[in-house]
């Protein structure tokens, strides 16, 4: 019975989010418009923080109104203790194609590292590249990029699978994040995004209606220093990630499970 009434629930709701989608893909596409008008006027520090904060702003947004629509369910209170913090790099699982979303969304001042491709895409490029979002089409001049941001004082927010998870196993990690965090000297806090939908993951393609209400809770798990040894340091969060996942927590966990992001560092 329960399963039939979330069913008939979906029915419902479907609409108002593919109007909600429609209507992200709008904002988007006007504030990259903006933005391409921005990008050559605004110094470049002033244009990152410009940019950077108008991502967030639209992105909190589309939540705001997804949850007051009743179509989601997010939890990601544990993230204002980081809002304002510098230098840190943040890594989190990645389930869903709307992770880098919910975290963006909360961190003002972050970035993530983009494919190349995207830069040149009508509703992201204009927008990453004022925000001074990092490309990964080279590896040197990405980690390069990544570690100035970093010693500026800004976030650097990082799915080191690389991918969506599969399954609901974890790929192995990549090791850049580590390499970044040591030559930037900055602490690497570990985030968990619990959700009870399938949507937008791996295989899931975004006109198939989802189960609704979708749900995502944040956590913040341990913060880990930088280390000599990077290749040590991605097995270890690697490792971490596996066992802690592996847990099976209730993604409607209340946020006040959420540790402090002054969580003990791991070194």
């Known amino acids: 019975m329960k399963l039939l009434l979330r069913s008939l629930k979906a029915v419902v709701l479907a609409p108002p989010l593919y109007v909600l989608l429609l209507g992200l893909g709008l904002m988007s596409l006007a504030w990259n418009l ?13 244009g990152r923080r410009v940019g950077r904060a108008g991502i967030a702003h639209g992105y909190r947004l589309f939540w705001t109104v997804a949850s007051a629509c009743g179509m989601m369910r997010i939890d990601a209170r544990c993230l204002a ?8 790099v ?12 919910l975290l ?3 961190l003002p001042r972050s970035a993530c590292i983009m494919k190349a491709s995207l830069m040149r895409n009508v509703f992201l490029g204009a927008g990453a590249r004022l925000a001074r979002y990092i490309r990964n089409d080279s590896a040197r001049t990405m980690v390069r ?6 010693r500026d004082g800004g976030q650097l927010v990082v799915f080191p699978e690389g991918t969506r998870t599969s399954g609901g196993r974890l790929n192995a990690f990549r090791p850049g994040v580590t390499l970044i965090a040591r030559l930037a000297q900055s602490p ?3 985030v968990f995004i619990d959700t009870d939908s399938p949507y937008l993951g791996k295989g899931w393609p975004i006109w198939r209606v989802p189960p609704l209400p979708i749900i995502f809770t944040l956590r913040l798990g341990e913060r880990f220093a930088p280390m000599a040894d990077s290749n040590a340091l991605t097995a270890r969060l690697e490792h971490y990630f596996q066992q802690h996942l592996a847990a099976g927590q209730d993604p409607g966990t209340p946020a006040a499970e959420c540790k402090s992001p002054r969580a003990p560092t791991w070194s």
């Not at 933005?35 to 002033?46: E, F, I, S």
Request: without cysteine; negative net charge.
């Open 34 to 46: 903006l933005a391409m008008l921005l990008h050559p006027v605004l110094p470049p520090r002033l």
């Open 145 to 150: 990029l990544a570690v100035d941001d970093l």
């Open 90 to 101: 943040i890594i989190a699982n990645h389930p869903t194609m709307l992770d880098a979303l």
């Open 81 to 88: 203790a980081l809002r304002d913090e510098r230098g840190l």
């Open 104 to 106: 963006v969304a909360h």
């Open 188 to 190: 690497i806090q570990t």
